[in-house]
Nanobody, 121 residues
Framework: QVQLVESGGDLVQAGGSLRLSCAAS????????MGWFRQAPGKQRELVAR???????AYADSVKGRFTISRGNAKNTVYLQMNSLRPEDTAVYYC???????????????WGQGTQVTVSS
């Protein structure tokens, strides 16, 4: 059993900053990719940022230069530092990971429950 638990969502004014955290726990052999997605009301879920085990990263054009994704030293945590927040960043943010539960199984796609980020103008 693998769980992803997010934290850090909050209400913040435009121009402010937030740091989201996500911790993976359970039966984990190796985590390949971890990422953050978001879904605003009435919109499809979209990729915000992704980080691979080798450290390479990718960002949505809308957040480049404002958001930074990183992984913790234990490699089972991922962070999203969000600066210069805008009202259009308002959404539920979901953590996602591609995980091998064992050397011979996976990778499987796991999701957290989501954390609300609201940016007021």
């Amino acid at each position: 059993q693998v769980q992803l638990v997010e934290s850090g969502g909050d209400l913040v004014q435009a121009g402010g900053s937030l740091r989201l955290s996500c911790a993976a726990s359970g039966s984990i052999f190796f985590i390949n990719t971890m990422g953050w997605f978001r879904q605003a009301p009435g919109k499809q879920r979209e990729l915000v940022a992704r980080i691979v085990s080798d450290g390479s990263t990718a960002y949505a054009d809308s957040v480049k230069g404002r958001f930074t994704i990183s992984r913790g030293n234990a490699k089972n945590t991922v962070y999203l530092q969000m600066n210069s927040l805008r009202p259009e960043d308002t959404a539920v943010y979901y953590c996602q990971a591609d995980i091998f539960p064992s050397p011979l199984r996976g990778p499987y796609d796991y999701w957290g429950q989501g954390t609300q980020v609201t940016v007021s103008s």
